[in-house]
Each structure stands twice: as structure tokens, then as C-alpha cells.
């Protein structure tokens, strides 16, 4: 019987049962990095909120999923933890908008977007899909058995592995 694990904001989750599914809601300058070994069948979602741990050090310990710096490397051991070889992992990534602030003064979903492909890069660790930037928020299922990520931008239906009008490719894998 499938079971949707829902992942929160400043939160993370990860299984190695292959029924289940990861889902997280309403991505806006938020960044899901989603991870998945295929052999193992381990999947994992990080929701993280901000890019780095120094912006508030007392909430990162507090919660080190809020932020990219912290809660990657934190999402990366879990898995490891459930059977995931780093060489085997999928990584997809989604969110980063820009929602809240017409003017971007803040540009937290760039900032988030910059954060993210740095820890990736420092690890060793290449992003197979994404869809980050823009200005719609997004939600995104892991099937942990299969591996499918899915997307869903508000107001339009699920997409699993075409290209969209916008030219963000979400794959199934």
C-alpha cells in the first residue's frame, strides 16, 4: 500500500520503502533537493528555507534543515545511513522563486538556488534535473521504489518528463 510521507518547511525525510512517496508542498523561494539510489531504493527530500547557517546560527542548531549549508550534508548522511552510495545518487532540485518580493530585494530564491549548487559542487555531487527561479511555487513527489520525481507548478497539472513552455526539463528516472 503506498504511503506519502509529506516533508515540511525546514524539514527533511528520508525511506528505504519502496511504496512510499516524499512529497512537499508549496516551494516557493524554498528549495526541495530531492536524492534517490536507485539500487538501494533509498529516497530522501530536503525543504530548505535559506542559504546559509550564519544568517541565524542559534535557528541552525535549533533546526539545521532551514538551511542549504546544514541540512544537504545532513540529507546526504541519512541516506548513507539507509543503504545510498553517493556515486549511485540521483539529485533533483526544485523551488527557488521568486514569490513574496516583486522588487527581489532580498533575491532569497537566487540566494537559495547559489547556495544549493555550492555545497553540491564542494561534494562532488552533479544535479540530474531542475526547476528553480521563476516566480510560481512549485510541489515535488519522490516515488521512493521507482525513483520518479514529479512536479507540479501551481495551476498546471503534474509533469514527470517533458519539457515545459519554459524550458525546465523534469525527468522520470
Known amino acids: 500500500m503506498a504511503q506519502d510521507v509529506v516533508v515540511g518547511v525546514a524539514d527533511c525525510r528520508v525511506s528505504n520503502q519502496p511504496e512510499s512517496s516524499l512529497i512537499t508542498y508549496a516551494l516557493g523561494s524554498c528549495i526541495a533537493v530531492a536524492i534517490h539510489d536507485p539500487i538501494s ?3 530522501g527530500i530536503l525543504h ?4 546559509e547557517s550564519s544568517l541565524d546560527t542559534s535557528k541552525a542548531e535549533k533546526n539545521p534543515y532551514m538551511f542549504a549549508d546544514t541540512g544537504i550534508p545532513l540529507l546526504f548522511h541519512q541516506a548513507y545511513a539507509h543503504g545510498a552510495e ?9 523551488g527557488g522563486a521568486q514569490v513574496i518580493n516583486d522588487a527581489a530585494v532580498f533575491n532569497i530564491g537566487k540566494r537559495n538556488c547559489l547556495a544549493v549548487r555550492k555545497v553540491l559542487w564542494r561534494a562532488g555531487v552533479m544535479i540530474r534535473s531542475e526547476a528553480v527561479g521563476g516566480t510560481e511555487s512549485r510541489t515535488v513527489k519522490l516515488e521512493v521504489g521507482t525513483g520518479k520525481f514529479m512536479l507540479r507548478t501551481a495551476g498546471r497539472p503534474e509533469n514527470t518528463s517533458e519539457r515545459r513552455s519554459d524550458g525546465v526539463l523534469c525527468v522520470n528516472r
Do not use: D, E, H
Not at 530548505?48 to 542559504?51: D, G, H, S, T
Not at 553517493?86 to 526544485?94: P, S, Y
Open 41 to 43: 531504493q533509498v529516497g
Open 48 to 51: 530548505f528555507m535559506l542559504p
Open 86 to 94: 553517493k556515486n549511485r545518487l540521483v539529485v533533483c532540485i526544485a
